[in-house]
């Protein structure tokens, strides 16, 4: 048997289980979640305690300490009393199925054997950084833990399981749930004090500093467009120390920069490099001049391209001059001319921690907590951000054109089938609000600055109409409830047809309110061959009736079966569907049938579902 693990309810005594050493890993800008897998076992398990105890307060929240480990790491115990038992597992990759099963048993036993005195109502896994798809399922669907339930308690336990534990296992089934590293990022940003004492926060870029480095990318720009002219410099490669004394001269002739020289392997050929002194800075390589005529002006107007609305160009031989402005070592053959030349804007790569909100008449409609703004091209007439990664799923596009104070939107690459209801739902409102008279405002999770706030957009692309906006948001509202109310992770289909609409549908309104009623129509019921005679039996004279049933309902929607639980059926005016003498005599003619199917019209019918009408 394990030994108990301590048990703390405070932030200090947890921290001190940790120890002097923390791992304090790099959460780099390039991630879109924090670095959970370079924590130590200990510290992610301290870390999702401190954060669930931030955000409850009010609620009794208990760590157990790192010697033994008896099913749980963390026990949350709500203010209405129900219990949450948290497991954390932490890997640098996706969790599996072996390792969710091996603690589903661990789980099950230990509670049989009292060593967990609660029995919580729900269990948790904080997963890093997710896990695998038919570790999901198992998660999902409590079908496939009774499937595996005793093969499962049969490995952990090295043995056959008692009755009383499968009973147990097979009986008792809590409500299952993950959090992954994305959830947890997301619920971690609104404490950045607990982030900065696990991780070493590296600030991507601030809000002043963009507007600088945007207003330095300006000015050099203009000063190009003025004097028609650009510089460069050469990078550093690996030198040669041959040849050194002539190439010490060209130096000297060249202030700035330095000359080098290397061989090519079984050749006499030697090729000389250049690269620039730090300790002096740029250094001009040579002018970009474009001649008065036609061409040339051609090549003016593709500059323009690169100073106006930052994009990159490429210029033919007859477009421009090129005029080198240093002199070679007398060894060497002059440049080649060029055939073509290239030039790219130096836009600096960065990508900012942001939230994206949409805003109506002063007030936010529609938001997306945590994605990242990149910066992609930046003119003095046009600037262009990319906002993608994180939350936001697909890619948001914003290009601001300064003179005239107007922004073009275009959201693509959005795939509803890839991202679960609740992300979904999320993003076809946020593409709604954008096609609606709104505003829109980009601000910094670092500092909470707003970096863009435009005006309305005059450019939106989608394919979206507004009756087909209606239609999918009402289809994931109803996909986001029945995965909340049923532990799944149903998504858009990639086909969807409106006998699915209509299951969705009809299940939300019996979890909404409880019942449903439904107008005339047939229904079948089944009776082992002497329960259908007694059944048609008061038919005889040819009367309706009105049936009271008790039955267990199942619906099926996207490849999974929800089962709704006892419900009540009153059926009002019921009367067999076929000849009733005819029914009746092929009945008793085949009284070895196991199942007879009885098909019953009706004027009206009352579905009451007792999971739910109690609530409402």
Known sequence: MSEERAKFSGDNAARADIGASRSKPAWLESQHSLPFHMLSPDEFEIFCYLLLRRENPDEDIFYYGKTGDAGRDIVRVSSGGHIELIQCKRYQHNVGLPEIRNELAKLYANIHNHILLERPSRVTFYVVPDVTAPAQDLINQPQKWIEIAKSTLK???????????????????????KETAIDLTQRSSRHQALIDEFFATRKVVDAE??????????????QMQRNQEIALQP????????????????GEENPGLIFTVSHTSHSQAATITLSANPAVGAVDLATLIFPDTETGNRGLQKFKLLTEEGRAIELAANECEWRWAFNLPKLAATPQNLKTLKLHPNIPNVQVPSRVEVVQDQEVVSIVDFTYCNLVRAGTKEIECLLKGGQLQGTLRFIFQLEDSQTIVNYSSLE???????????????????????????VS???EAILIYSAEPIGKDSNFSEEEFKNTLNFLDCLVK??????LDLRYPENIDPEIVKTAKLVTHAIEHGQIDQPGGTITLTYTPQQALEFLEPFSEEKTFDLHLSVEVEYSLL????????????????????????????????PELEKVDICIQYDSMVKKYCRWSAQT
């Open 155 to 177: 490995d952990y336990l090295k043995e056959e399981p008692s009755e009383e534990l499968l009973n147990l296992a097979l009986t008792w089934i809590p409500q299952f749930s």
């Open 209 to 222: 500093d963009t507007n600088k480095k945007l207003n330095e990318i300006q000015g050099i720009l203009e």
């Open 235 to 250: 990078s550093s490669p690996n030198a040669s120390a041959a040849l050194q004394d002539i190439l010490r001269q060209a």
């Open 416 to 442: 509803l089938p890839a991202m679960s209801a609740k992300q979904a739902k999320a993003s076809i409102d946020l593409i709604r609000s954008l096609h609606r008279s709104t505003k829109i405002q980009i």
């Open 445 to 447: 999770l670092e500092d």
């Open 482 to 487: 029945i995965n909340q109310t049923f532990g």
């Open 559 to 590: 490849g999974h079966t929800l089962n709704m639980g006892q419900t009540e059926m009153t059926i009002k005016n019921a009367f067999p569907a076929d000849d009733l003498s005819l029914l009746k005599q092929e009945i008793a003619a085949h």
